[in-house]
């Protein structure tokens, strides 16, 4: 269960080294990741004003770090206002947010026509 992010002192990662540990882009090229386009959406929410209203507000955007993939992006719209971004070709299928999501607003649905990660040696 999140606490909310006034009660959390922030965590300072290191940066990844290229060895052992990657950032989150080049774990996305080697996962394969395919989607076809123009397929409906396998990513959406129930209420669109969620992320911004509660998640941003009070868990400071926790889906723009739980997602290993990097889906979902806080951008800053005309006015400055905050919008989630869904970058949903990227989902490696691994449901974090269908889970963690605070209050379930994100629903995660089996893409259409097979797409996902394809780990070819594993
Ligand atoms: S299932 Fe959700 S958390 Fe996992 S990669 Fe896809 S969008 Fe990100």
């Known amino acids: 269960m999140l606490k909310p992010a006034s009660l959390c002192k922030p965590i300072e990662y290191p940066k990844p080294d290229g060895k052992l540990t990657f950032d ?9 990741t395919n989607h076809e386009e123009n397929q409906p959406a396998h990513l959406t929410l129930k209420d669109a004003t969620v992320p911004v209203g509660i998640n941003l507000k009070t868990y400071a955007g926790p889906e723009a770090r739980f997602c290993p993939a990097g889906v979902y992006e806080f951008v800053k719209v005309d006015s400055d206002e905050d919008r989630l971004q869904i970058n949903a070709q990227n989902c ?10 605070p209050t379930q607003n994100i629903v ?7 797409g996902g990660p394809n780990y070819p040696n594993m």
């Open 108 to 114: 995660w649905v089996t893409p259409e026509g097979g």
């Open 92 to 101: 490696v299928h691994c449901k974090t947010c269908d889970i963690k999501d």
């Open 24 to 32: 989150r882009l080049s774990s996305v090229f080697i996962s394969n």
